[in-house]
């Protein structure tokens, strides 16, 4: 149903903002900063599959450079009922803009697909097969519901609509004439499963960071296969950051220690004349060698570490992009 795919899709943004692994713009949304990530990630996220997406809410679909037009040409305005959606002044938004938050967050599976099952307690592989998991595919371990204040019918020793007989020792006529050592026992069982829960909860939680982690290095780009953690480093290749081996020898390339969230949105924008006033919020500029670089997040220069990035203004773009 859509509303489960529409509660997924929720799910995974907030999960990813509490997690830090959102762009500044998504992670406080307002419509000019949503458009500026439209912009920022559309090379990096756009797949086949968002073709259907793109039409609906943008109104073009063609090739790239048509694209990339409609979304500067496209109002502001547009993104304010995603906007209140996640701000959660509004409970229901409408699907095209469901679709859009799938595809700025990189959520799979993406695009809704009608008969397909997104309950949240159905896991949904990119393969399209189904099992039993979490929202995001990891495996959970069917969990019994115990309550202490369950009533034991009479002379039958079962409990209704509680534990099985055979895990939970009751107290029936005929035997123990001390139902308190019972009661204590039960106690102590229901507190060695609370803490079993517990447990399994936590490694449940631990599995879909992971999960999630490599899901986020894997829609980064091409990276190089799993690393240890003291070998995560990345390097600067271009237009963007991209993942190596601490210990690899790459001459004079500076190598720094891995940043996930700069290594998927951090980016040079090669074609600076796509940049509007309606989109600067979302893009900062530095001079180099009397040139003019811009990109899509803050921060230092990637290569002259000296040099701080500055929030785009309408003289610069007048001056620099838009004489």
């Known amino acids: 149903m859509l509303a489960d795919y529409t509660k997924r899709v929720l799910q995974a943004y907030e999960k990813k903002r509490a997690a830090g692994a959102l762009s500044p713009r998504l992670t406080h949304p307002t419509p000019a900063k949503l458009k500026a990530e439209c912009m920022a990630i559309y090379n990096v996220e756009y ?105 034991v019918s009479a002379g039958t020793g079962k409990e209704q609509d509680g534990p099985d007989k055979d895990s939970m020792p009751v107290f029936q006529p005929g035997g123990s004439s001390y139902p308190e050592k019972n009661n204590a026992s039960r106690a102590a069982i229901s507190l060695k499963i609370r803490d079993l829960l517990i447990a399994g909860a936590l490694l449940v939680f631990a599995g879909i960071f992971i999960y999630r ?40 390339v500076l190598v720094i220690a891995l940043d996930t969230v700069r290594l998927r949105h951090f980016r040079k924008i090669t074609r600076p004349d796509t940049i509007t006033s309606g989109v600067k919020d979302g893009i900062w500029y530095v001079k180099v060698n009397g040139a003019i670089e811009f990109y899509t997040s803050d921060g230092h220069h990637p290569v002259d570490r000296h040099l701080r990035l500055k929030p785009l203004t309408d003289y610069i773009i007048k001056k620099y992009i838009h004489p």
Request: charged content about 30%; glycine content about 10%; aromatic content about 8%.
């Open 213 to 252: 982690a490599g899901k986020d290095h894997g829609a980064a780009g091409s990276l190089e296969s799993a690393l240890p953690a003291q070998e995560a480093c990345m390097y600067w290749a271009g237009d963007h950051y991209q993942q190596v081996s601490c210990s690899r020898k790459m001459g004079d």
């Open 47 to 151: 797949q086949r599959k968002d073709e259907r997406m793109f039409s609906v809410f943008f109104g073009q679909a063609g090739d790239e450079g048509a694209r990339l037009k409609a979304i500067k040409r496209c109002e502001t305005d547009r993104f304010k009922p995603l906007v209140k959606f996640l701000r959660k002044k509004t409970r229901d938004t409408d699907d095209k803009n469901i679709e859009l938050l799938a595809w700025l967050i990189g959520f799979e599976p993406r695009p809704y697909e009608l008969g397909k099952n997104y309950d949240a307690e159905t896991a949904i592989t990119e393969m399209g097969q189904t099992g039993k998991g979490d929202a995001e595919g990891a495996a959970q371990p069917e969990r019994p519901v115990y309550n202490e204040a369950t009533p």
